[in-house]
């Protein structure tokens, strides 16, 4: 694979060639920055880079970017789970909000449904890690993930772009677009993007991992390209029609000993309704008018709304042991202001901020093996208000000395309806089973919470010259809290047992907000006349009130369920490390205009909880040391050697990269059938170009030693409440938690693929 370059190394836009030394413009302070000079840990991939790296869809930037984990959520083929620098979150239902922002043309995705962006017709992706909370808001306490489409051409253009792969990899994107005079342009891109499963659903005999995608992106433009004010109107639409993601058991059937599958890749959950289906569309524009030669004003208005069903079969099995069929709506409306002043020494932002969004999750949890017919439904419908006002400035003292200082208040409401029902028979009526209700909810809950929250940030740069930055920065980030849309409300502890009030039911399924302060080291410099290029940073972090959203076997009015265990857990550290490079190793070597370079990414991180209270025994007991960050691991590495030489008028590339995480831990309690030990990918590419760039031919291969490697999973076992440690049973294996089966399933990441890649300009 070709390199994505990294930290200040990739490309600024339009380059043609990976191997340019030109200099990357990013906007991590919502101004247009060389990515040398901005006081923030930021890797950067230009679009040339993904291209000709053959990068599929968001998540590959993860494999390349120090202490970043980027994957598909569990059960799902579009869900994004993402953690940096320990901060993340992977539960997507209702009512949890991420800890890493993503951001689509400077429009913040509120949900993770939907989130997993297919990469084509993109200018660049900018992973910032660290709390951006100043900048980008309340979601940004791990960091942000900014996907960039490009702008229209000035000139009328088409481009084709076809892939053929194993596993029947067939793509194809078309993009266009032309002028309507002087001032407007118009164009659009098309994609249909299909794979065949990797494995098979061996009880429905559907494809499993497979991909069934149409997407589309429309874009309007008037002015820019020198006039004072662009307007900027996208549509995006996505279909997802690809089959439900089955998982793989990881012990046999402790009900009716159904083996472990031979394929990693292989299902056998019979839980096929509702058909899976995911839709995603949305309308954004973007307004930039500059008022005077110093202010320029923003405008950011954006409505999006994605709707997803889902069958997940927990057991994977065709026993009803552990199914839950869920539906997901979420809908967001958000505008955003600022005001830009660029002045000799005086740079800086004014800010408003608002988002009004839905978010709507509605599921059931069948346990038919252990009582005919058992089902609890849940409805679970959290709407968020925020607003927020920020503005961040930076001075210079000098030409070599700068302090910025920037904060943003933040105005939050979460409102909650949430219920929960039994019913006994079949599924719940919602999805098309025939249960009857069984007692009283065990949550018939309406209520509200509002919090408000200062996060400020500063940061001290110097420079000795343009060719290195060298800065020290205190960020905070902030992650509103919420309530537990799993919770039983009926189990809330109370005055009175069994009869808890209103008052302790809010308490017991709401949390508190979580806060991060973070403090950071780092440097970037250009060294050897651009042949070797660094970036290094040290972070410390303290994390408090950390959200730890789980679920676990319960029992809800003597009979066995599935409930939400969420708690504001404690305190957490992060300290670490990371390293990028690119070196020029040597040019005008094998033939004229040649050039062989390497990239480097190294990430340490020390993630440890200093406190984990929950409660044993009716006891709140700290479990600290027996519990792990998830979804961390302590060291990330990736190298890449690349080479490029002209071929006549057009040139060709090629690229190896070895990318290396350590041991994984899924969850905060240690598992060791799903944790995932450390391991290594192995990518290369080789692409041809054509003069001025009018085709272009790839070869790609990923994941070339077809290496085996969970990514998340399901687990309801006994295990020890205290070490976490699993119960085993006389057969050795560990005993269920819930249903009779034992639900400890895996998810895996893609095995060996390769594909041909062919584009032609017009």
């Not at 994609?191 to 659903?201: D, I, P, T, V």
């Not at 995608?213 to 004010?229: H, N, Q």
């Not at 046999?252 to 839980?271: E, H, I, M, N, Y």
């Not at 040019?587 to 390497?598: I, K, P, S, W, Y």
């Amino acid at each position: 694979m070709l390199a994505f370059a990294p930290a200040a190394f990739a490309q600024e836009t339009g380059a043609s060639s990976d191997t340019s030394d030109d200099e990357i413009i990013v906007t991590a302070r919502r101004r247009d920055e060389r990515l040398i000079d901005v006081p923030v840990a930021i890797t950067a991939y230009s679009g040339d880079a993904l291209a000709k790296a053959g990068a599929i869809d968001i998540t590959e930037v993860g494999q390349t970017t120090p202490n970043t984990t980027l994957e598909v959520s569990r059960g799902t083929n579009s869900t994004l789970s993402a953690f940096i620098r320990g901060v993340g979150q992977q539960d997507p239902v209702s009512g949890f909000e991420q800890g890493v922002g993503l951001y689509l043309d400077d429009v913040y995705l509120n949900r993770p449904q939907a989130a997993v962006l297919d990469i084509y017709d993109v200018e660049r992706i900018e992973i910032l890690r660290g709390p951006q909370g100043t900048l980008y808001g309340r979601n940004t306490i791990g960091g942000a993930v900014k996907y960039v489409t490009r702008q229209l051409p000035q000139d009328f253009s088409l481009k084709i772009k076809g892939t053929l792969g194993t596993y029947e990899q067939a793509d194809l994107v078309v993009t266009a677009s032309a002028p309507v005079g002087d001032l407007l342009r118009v164009g659009g891109s098309v994609a249909r993007l299909s794979r065949g499963g990797f494995g098979k659903n061996l009880t429905t005999g559907l494809d499993n991992y497979n991909k069934d995608i149409w997407a589309g992106r429309g874009t309007v433009e008037l002015g820019g390209y020198g006039e004072p004010v662009l307007i900027r109107i996208t549509g995006d639409y996505t279909k997802d029609k690809s089959a439900p993601r089955g998982g793989h058991r990881l012990i046999p059937s402790l009900a009716t000993g159904a083996p472990v599958l031979g394929k990693v890749f292989d299902s056998r959950g019979g839980l096929n309704d509702p058909k899976q289906e995911i839709e995603a569309y949305g309308l954004a524009m973007n307004v930039s008018a500059s008022l005077t030669d110093t202010l320029t004003l923003r405008s950011i208005s954006a409505w999006r709304k994605d709707k997803s069903a889902t069958p997940i079969d927990f057991d994977a099995l065709p026993a009803v042991d552990v199914d839950v069929p869920g539906f997901y709506f979420n809908e967001q409306i958000s505008q955003e202001f600022q005001l830009l002043y660029e002045g000799d020494r005086l740079k800086g932002l004014l800010g408003f901020y608002y988002l009004d969004a839905t978010a709507d999750t509605l599921f059931d949890v069948r346990i038919f093996n252990t009582f005919a017919g058992l089902t609890a439904f849940t409805r679970a419908d959290v709407d968020t208000q925020t607003f927020a006002v920020f503005a961040d400035a930076t001075f210079d003292f000098t030409d070599q000395l700068s302090l910025s200082l920037g904060g943003r208040y933040t105005w939050d409401k979460r409102e909650a309806s949430i219920l929960r029902q039994n019913y006994l028979g079949g599924g719940s009526p919602v999805f098309g089973g025939a249960g009857v209700p069984f007692g009283a909810p065990g949550t018939n809950f309406n209520g509200s919470r509002s919090f408000e929250k200062f996060t400020p940030r500063a940061s001290l740069t110097f420079k000795p010259n343009s060719d290195h930055t060298l800065y020290a920065s205190y960020s905070q980030g902030f992650k509103g809290g919420g309530f537990d849309p799993r919770g039983v409300g009926v189990n809330a502890p109370g005055a009175i047992p069994g009869a808890p009030t209103e008052a302790e039911i809010a308490a017991f399924l709401s949390f508190r907000p979580e806060k991060v302060d973070s403090y950071e080291l780092g440097y970037k410099g250009s060294l050897m006349d651009g042949a070797l290029n660094v970036a290094l940073a040290g972070f410390y972090a303290d994390y408090t009130d950390v959200q730890i959203p789980g679920s676990v076997a319960c029992t809800v009015g003597g009979l066995p369920s599935f409930c939400g265990v969420v708690a504001n857990a404690g305190k957490a550290t992060f300290k670490g490390l990371e390293f990028e490079a690119r070196a020029r190793l040597g040019e005008d070597m094998a033939a004229a205009g040649d050039r062989l370079t390497f990239s480097t990414a190294l990430g340490y991180i020390d993630a440890q909880y200093k406190e984990y209270v929950t409660n044993i025994g009716g006891q709140p007991t700290d479990v600290a040391a027996f519990r792990e960050v998830q979804n961390t691991p302590k060291w990330t590495a990736s190298g890449t050697l690349a080479y490029s030489a002209p071929v006549g008028d057009g040139d060709i590339s090629f690229g190896t990269t070895l990318s290396y995480r350590s041991k994984t831990y899924q969850f905060e309690i240690p598992n060791p059938y799903i944790d995932q030990k450390g391991f290594a990918l192995w990518d290369a590419s080789l692409v041809y170009t054509a003069p001025e760039g009018r085709w272009s031919l790839g070869v790609f291969g990923k994941n070339l030693t077809d290496k085996k490697y969970k990514t998340s999973g399901y687990t309801f076992i006994n295990v020890n409440p205290t070490t976490g440690v699993p119960i085993l049973g006389g057969n050795g294996l560990p005993t269920s938690a819930l249903g009779t089966e034992g639900t400890l399933t895996a998810f895996y990441g893609n095995p060996r693929q390769i594909f041909v890649t062919g584009a032609v300009k017009f």
